[in-house]
């Protein structure tokens, strides 16, 4: 079992940046693929990032990509999501992942979550 505790959310304005933290406790991060997903109130959970254990390869979703990094720390037992120029549509409850068999862009293929950060972006 692995414990996920997300932070670093909060309410900024549209062109800000924001870097989101998880961290892992009870297996370390190194164990594991490990994504980000976003949830609006009411709306299906959306892929954001994902990497495979190594930090090495990473997957984005086509909305995110060129603005946010998804990077992992194995010292801190950390993962992190970079975001830059943010924009109202970037609002919603961060959660991170971990494992999936891959670096999956699908919900379904992770096995722990965590409780999520909100992040709020105003125009």
């Known amino acids: 079992q692995v414990q996920l505790v997300e932070s670093g959310g909060g309410l900024v304005q549209a062109g800000d940046s924001l870097r989101l933290s998880c961290v892992a406790s009870?297996?370390?991060?190194?164990?594991?693929?490990m994504g980000w997903f976003r949830q609006a109130p009411g709306k299906e959970r959306e892929f954001v990032a994902a990497?495979?254990?190594?930090?090495?390869?990473?997957v984005y979703a086509e909305s995110v990509r060129g603005r946010f990094t998804i990077t992992r720390d194995d010292i801190e037992n950390t993962l992190y999501l970079q975001m830059n120029s943010l924009t109202p549509e970037d609002t919603g409850t961060y959660y991170c992942?971990?494992?999936?068999?891959?670096?999956?862009?699908?919900?379904?293929?992770?096995?722990?979550w965590g409780q999520g950060t909100q992040v709020t972006v105003s125009s």
């Open positions: 990497n495979d254990w190594t930090g090495r390869t990473s």
């Open positions: 992942a971990a494992g999936a068999s891959y670096a999956s862009e699908r919900s379904g293929e992770y096995d722990y």
């Open positions: 009870g297996r370390t991060v190194s164990d594991y693929n």
